[in-house]
């Protein structure tokens, strides 16, 4: 295993690879632009996930919970936080979905935020 990680890293298929996966990356945060960008995400623009901090008046386990009755899979911040005080945010993964369900499903997050603003 060793001598074909080397032997990849040496002919180039890693660099190929991680290109590849990054332009990937970015065609979904691009998507994440287009759907989410009035709730201002944190994210890099080559990363596979998304920090979406919730507006003060919304609750994230609020609408993880309706997400999940969607059938759209998000985690809270609470797995993450390292602090007692937790943010009101939610965890979005890019990468386990094709680019159509993606789409859909960030915009079915952004209505999930929208209807539990009051």
Sequence with gaps: MTGIACGWIEDGTVAMLEAGKRRDARARQQIVTETLAHLKPVRHPASYFVWLPMPEEVRADVVGKAL?????????????????????????????????????SLKTVADAVAKYAY
């Excluded at 009755?69 to 965890?91: D, E």
């Excluded at 890019?94 to 680019?99: E, R």
């Design 68 to 104: 999940m009755r969607a059938r759209v899979l998000v985690s809270t911040a609470h797995p993450y936080a390292t602090s007692k005080q937790v943010p009101h945010a939610l965890r979005l993964a890019l990468g386990s979905v094709d680019m159509d369900t993606l789409r859909q």
